[in-house]
T-cell receptor
């Protein structure tokens, strides 16, 4: 596709359920990033992929959060046993490997945990 | 002290005015400075990109970087209602990790 695609665009779930968020990066972009944006907050870095490996997982807030990337393309962010404080917009971005300073973002998944 | 500080606003200015948006930072290793624009319910989009100190102009937008003061600015000339958005400053030391400011909400009043 022409840009970064994220699905679903909106997700409402009940506390304690697991959710999966999907990101399709721009074709040819080997680097992929996940961020979280809460109301009134900036972008909080979660995890970064180079190809299929994640050299930097430092931003994952707890062990309930995990992410994987397959085929150097699609990535899935999984949140287990969701809590109300997980409610936020989850943004995915991609870039060329050596140009991580220029990232292209998807529209995000708006997660609401009831 | 946070790595990047940005006034969240909101900032309301009349159409046609010059807008000034600013960020300060503490990490002297930052070399790449960006401004992203984010419309409501959209992802951020790269607006301006500057390496090291100096000015960069693109149409109605000018980005300034003063590394000695650890201060960056974005100026918008002849502001339009379509410029109403949240503007996020962002910085990188070249290690593929970008640190974002919290964003300033800007409203251009017709």
């Amino acid at each position: 596709g022409a840009g970064v695609s994220q699905s679903p665009s909106n997700k409402v779930t009940e506390k304690g359920k697991d959710v999966e968020l999907r990101c399709d990066p721009i074709s040819g972009h080997t680097a992929l990033y996940w961020y979280r944006q809460s109301l009134g907050q900036g972008l909080e870095f979660l995890i970064y992929f180079q190809g299929n490996s994640a050299p930097d997982k430092s931003g994952l807030p707890s062990d309930r959060f995990s992410a994987e990337r397959t085929g150097g393309s699609v990535s899935t962010l999984t949140i287990q046993r969701t809590q109300q404080e997980d409610s936020a917009v989850y943004l995915c971005a991609s870039s060329f490997l050596d140009r991580g300073d220029i990232q292209y973002f998807g529209a995000g998944t708006r997660l609401s945990v009831l | 002290q946070k790595e990047v500080e940005q006034d969240p606003g909101p900032l309301s200015v009349p159409e046609g005015a010059i807008v000034s948006l600013n960020c300060t930072y503490s990490n002297s290793a930052f070399q790449y400075f960006m401004w992203y624009r984010q419309y409501s319910r959209k992802g951020p989009e790269l607006l301006m990109y500057t390496y090291s100190s100096g000015n960069k102009e693109d149409g109605r937008f000018t980005a300034q970087v003063d590394k000695s003061s650890k201060y960056i600015s974005l100026f918008i000339r002849d502001s339009q209602p379509s410029d109403s958005a949240t503007y996020l400053c962002a910085m990188s030391a070249g290690d593929d990790k970008i640190i974002f400011g919290k964003g300033t909400r800007l409203h251009i009043l017709p």
